[in-house]
T-cell receptor, first 114, second 115 residues
Framework: GENVEQHPSTLSVQEGDSAVIKCTYS??????FPWYKQELGKRPQLIID?????GEKKDQRIAVTLNKTAKHFSLHITETQPEDSAVYFC?????????????FGQGTTLQVKP | ETGVTQSPTHLIKTRGQQVTLRCSSQ?????VSWYQQALGQGPQFIFQ???????GRGNFPPRFSGLQFPNYSSELNVNALELDDSALYLC??????????????FGAGSRLTVL
C-alpha cells in the first residue's frame, strides 16, 4: 500500500541554523505533497505544499523540494527560531483521487535551542 | 470565514461503549475527512465524506462509521470501544476542486480516552 517514510524522527539545531527534514513516498502517481506543523496539543497546520508539476517552492524561511524520479521531497527551514520548535509531518496524496486522503509520515520533532 | 470546529474537545469512555464526535467544516469546503492520531504518531486516514456519502476509507474496521449532513458538517461514530481507540481524532475539511483542491484544514481534534 501507500507509504511515506520520514527522517529524522528528532532534530535539534541551534537558533539561526538550518533544518532539513526528508521524506520518501511509495506511490509514483502521488501528485500533492503538503507539510504540516503541529505544536504540542494543537491542530496540524499547513505550512507549505508542493504539487508534482514543480520541483521547488519557497515561502520566506521555508522551502520544499521535490524529486519525482527519486520519489523524495524535503522541507528546508533557514534561520531557525525557537518558535519553529514543533513536530513536522510530511504527507502525500496517493493515486485514486480521494482529495481528503493524506498518507502522513511518522513526524519529526524539531527543537531549536536559543 | 470560520475554520474547522470539533466537539467535544476531550472525553473519557469505557471499553464497549459507543462515542460520537462532531465536526463543522470550514466555510466553502464540501469534503470532510477523519483521522486518528495516536500519541507520537502521524495522523491515520479513517474515511472521507463527500455529498453525504463515504468516499474512501482507510484501514479501519466497520465499527468506525460516519455521516455527513447537507451543511457539510460530519459525525464520526465508534462502536464497541477498545483501549487502542484512545487517540486524538482529527477532522479536516477540503474542497474537491479549484486551486485549493486537496488542501486540508484541520480542526483542533477530540481527545478520546478509553479506560
Amino acid at each position: 500500500g501507500e507509504n511515506v517514510e520520514q527522517h529524522p524522527s528528532t532534530l535539534s539545531v541551534q537558533e539561526g541554523d538550518s533544518a532539513v527534514i526528508k521524506c520518501t513516498y511509495s506511490d509514483s502517481a502521488s501528485n500533492y505533497f503538503p507539510w504540516y506543523k503541529q505544536e504540542l496539543g494543537k491542530r496540524p497546520q499547513l505550512i507549505i505544499d508542493i504539487r508534482s508539476n514543480v520541483g521547488e517552492k519557497k515561502d520566506q524561511r521555508i522551502a520544499v523540494t521535490l524529486n519525482k524520479t527519486a520519489k523524495h521531497f524535503s522541507l528546508h527551514i533557514t534561520e531557525t527560531q525557537p518558535e519553529d520548535s514543533a513536530v513536522y509531518f510530511c504527507a502525500a496524496i496517493p493515486s485514486g483521487g480521494n482529495t481528503g486522503k493524506l498518507i502522513f509520515g511518522q513526524g519529526t520533532t524539531l527543537q531549536v535551542k536559543p | 470565514e470560520t475554520g474547522v470546529t470539533q466537539s467535544p474537545t476531550h472525553l473519557i469512555k469505557t471499553r464497549g461503549q459507543q462515542v460520537t464526535l462532531r465536526c463543522s467544516s470550514q466555510s466553502g469546503h464540501n469534503t470532510v475527512s477523519w483521522y486518528q492520531q495516536a500519541l507520537g504518531q502521524g495522523p491515520q486516514f479513517i474515511f472521507q465524506y463527500y455529498r453525504e456519502e463515504e468516499n474512501g476509507r482507510g484501514n479501519f474496521p466497520p465499527r468506525f462509521s460516519g455521516l455527513q449532513f447537507p451543511n457539510y458538517s460530519s459525525e464520526l461514530n465508534v462502536n464497541a470501544l477498545e483501549l487502542d481507540d484512545s487517540a486524538l481524532y482529527l477532522c479536516a475539511s477540503s474542497s474537491v476542486q479549484g486551486s485549493g483542491a486537496n488542501v486540508l484544514t484541520f480542526g483542533a481534534g477530540s481527545r478520546l480516552t478509553v479506560l
